[in-house]
């Protein structure tokens, strides 16, 4: 047991919504496993953060146990690691509450994934505005055109017609977005903040929301004294971002409109080797590691040397002479094949136990929580 030695600490998490899938896998938990042996791990399913949109609570039930279920069959050891539900500590949604009151809506606005899920960009905004100003004033030759003091009332009117539709366009779509979906990376911050986390492991579509978490750990610390250790983030160097099978120019998304767009860690392994034959590639046919010109390949090659622990130049080497028909066969067996082993071991655990170590687990993770936020309490005034 070495869950109370004086090692760095890392926390992470994952969203118990959508089907959990290699990217996560590769990108997230593969770094997990690896970390056990030297940090004290917290490993957390958050179910809050996956309520910032609409989800069936029998469906988000299941999700919540397959999610541990998949900690556990990766290979996160709950005799060396905690492994917990989020809701079950109710620090976090506290902290999260304290640090919206230090947190400014431009802190998230920026957030990529924010304007990505809620589809509203404060700088299209700007783009916006000033392309629709150019079009239709300028290049219009509206300008041109004015020689009358008419004229220019009629210029302005029609300007101020064109920016009216795009700022009420805008307003619509933003008046829509749940204030969850908006405030999520501050309670992200929070589940970060509560352990003294050291580095947080995550693939690099979270590194911007772990920028925000060590903003606000130095904005709180400075405010009100040192409370909170600034955490790293930590991203693999490959498999950080693997990226859609349909669509290599999107990152692998558990919410993404079609399944032919990532193998799910649950997929039926048949299922998943169609995918990976059906997955995109690119025109030519080398197997060349390019992430500029041949995205798709790359991606797949990716997959491969993550899954099998093979260099990429190895793999290249490797298909010197082949076409992509070979490589993305074998690739369709290793997938098949990683499927089957995980899958074994997914099934082998039972509901109940799984129960059991995500309470013990929050009965070890509570008492450090707790002590974060007493601290954070007495520092702001309110105890
Ligand atoms: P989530 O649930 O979207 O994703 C879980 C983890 O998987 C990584 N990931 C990927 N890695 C490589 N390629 C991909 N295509 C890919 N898609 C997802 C994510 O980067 C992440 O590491 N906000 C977080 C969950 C969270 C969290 C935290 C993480 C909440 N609190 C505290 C760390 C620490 C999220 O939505 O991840």
């Given at each position: 047991m070495?869950?109370?030695?004086?090692?760095?600490r890392i926390?992470?998490?994952?969203q118990?919504?959508?089907?959990?899938?290699?990217?996560?896998?590769?990108?997230?938990?593969?770094?997990?496993?690896?970390?056990?042996?030297?940090?004290?791990?917290i490993?957390?399913?958050?179910?809050?953060?996956?309520?910032?949109?609409?989800?069936?609570p029998e469906?988000?039930r299941?999700k919540?146990?397959?999610?541990?279920?998949?900690?556990?069959?990766?290979?996160?050891?709950?005799?060396?690691?905690?492994?917990?539900?989020q809701s079950?500590?109710?620090?976090?949604?506290?902290?999260?509450?304290?640090?919206?009151?230090?947190t400014?809506?431009?802190?998230?606005?920026?957030?990529?994934?924010?304007?990505d899920?809620?589809?509203v960009?404060?700088?299209?905004?700007?783009?916006?505005?000033?392309?629709?100003?150019?079009?239709?004033?300028?290049?219009?030759?509206?300008?041109?055109?004015?020689?009358?003091?008419?004229?220019?009332?009629?210029?302005?009117?029609?300007?101020?017609?064109?920016?009216?539709?795009?700022?009420?366009?805008?307003?619509?779509?933003?008046?829509?977005?749940?204030?969850?979906?908006?405030?999520?990376?501050?309670?992200?911050?929070?589940?970060?903040?509560?352990?003294n986390?050291?580095?947080v492991?995550?693939?690099?579509?979270?590194?911007?929301?772990?920028?925000l978490a060590?903003?606000?750990?130095?904005?709180?610390?400075n405010?009100?004294?040192?409370?909170?250790?600034?955490?790293?983030?930590?991203?693999?160097?490959?498999?950080?971002?693997?990226m859609?099978?349909?669509n290599?120019?999107?990152?692998?998304?558990?919410?993404?409109a079609?399944?032919?767009?990532?193998?799910?860690?649950?997929?039926?392994?048949?299922?998943?080797?169609?995918?990976?034959?059906?997955?995109?590639?690119?025109?030519?046919?080398?197997?060349?590691y390019?992430?500029?010109?041949?995205?798709?390949?790359?991606?797949?090659?990716?997959?491969y040397?993550?899954?099998?622990?093979?260099?990429?130049?190895?793999?290249?080497?490797?298909?010197?002479?082949?076409?992509?028909?070979?490589?993305k066969k074998?690739?369709?067996?290793?997938?098949k094949?990683?499927?089957?082993?995980?899958?074994?071991?997914?099934?082998?655990?039972?509901?109940?136990d799984?129960?059991?170590i995500?309470?013990?687990?929050?009965?070890?993770?509570?008492?450090?929580a707790?002590?974060?936020?007493?601290?954070?309490?007495?520092k702001?005034?309110?105890?």
């Amino acid at each position: 047991m070495t869950k109370t030695n004086q090692k760095p600490r890392i926390f992470s998490g994952i969203q118990p919504s959508g089907n959990l899938h290699i990217g996560n896998y590769l990108g997230a938990i593969t770094q997990w496993v690896e970390m056990q042996a030297e940090y004290n791990c917290i490993f957390c399913v958050v179910d809050y953060h996956a309520i910032t949109v609409p989800q069936k609570p029998e469906v988000l039930r299941a999700k919540i146990m397959e999610t541990a279920k998949i900690y556990l069959a990766a290979g996160i050891d709950p005799k060396r690691s905690i492994i917990f539900q989020q809701s079950d500590i109710s620090a976090h949604t506290e902290l999260c509450w304290i640090f919206n009151t230090i947190t400014q809506n431009g802190d998230l606005t920026k957030m990529t994934q924010f304007k990505d899920k809620a589809g509203v960009d404060f700088n299209s905004l700007e783009k916006g505005l000033s392309d629709s100003w150019n079009e239709k004033i300028f290049n219009s030759g509206l300008i041109k055109k004015i020689e009358k003091e008419k004229d220019i009332s009629l210029a302005l009117n029609s300007a101020h017609e064109v920016i009216w539709d795009f700022v009420q366009s805008f307003k619509l779509q933003f008046n829509k977005v749940g204030v969850g979906l908006f405030d999520y990376p501050v309670l992200m911050a929070a589940d970060i903040l509560l352990y003294n986390t050291d580095v947080v492991p995550v693939g690099d579509d979270q590194t911007q929301h772990v920028e925000l978490a060590r903003d606000i750990a130095k904005r709180f610390n400075n405010r009100f004294g040192e409370i909170f250790k600034v955490p790293e983030v930590k991203i693999k160097k490959e498999g950080a971002r693997i990226m859609g099978l349909d669509n290599p120019e999107k990152k692998m998304s558990k919410s993404a409109a079609s399944d032919a767009n990532y193998v799910a860690l649950t997929d039926e392994p048949d299922k998943a080797a169609k995918k990976i034959m059906r997955a995109v590639t690119d025109t030519g046919k080398d197997i060349l590691y390019d992430k500029e010109n041949k995205p798709g390949i790359t991606n797949l090659i990716s997959i491969y040397s993550n899954l099998t622990e093979t260099p990429v130049r190895d793999i290249e080497k490797k298909y010197k002479r082949k076409g992509y028909g070979d490589f993305k066969k074998d690739l369709a067996e290793i997938v098949k094949k990683f499927l089957a082993d995980f899958q074994k071991k997914y099934n082998a655990i039972s509901d109940k136990d799984v129960r059991r170590i995500l309470n013990e687990g929050a009965d070890q993770a509570r008492p450090i929580a707790e002590e974060t936020l007493r601290k954070v309490k007495e520092k702001i005034g309110i105890k």
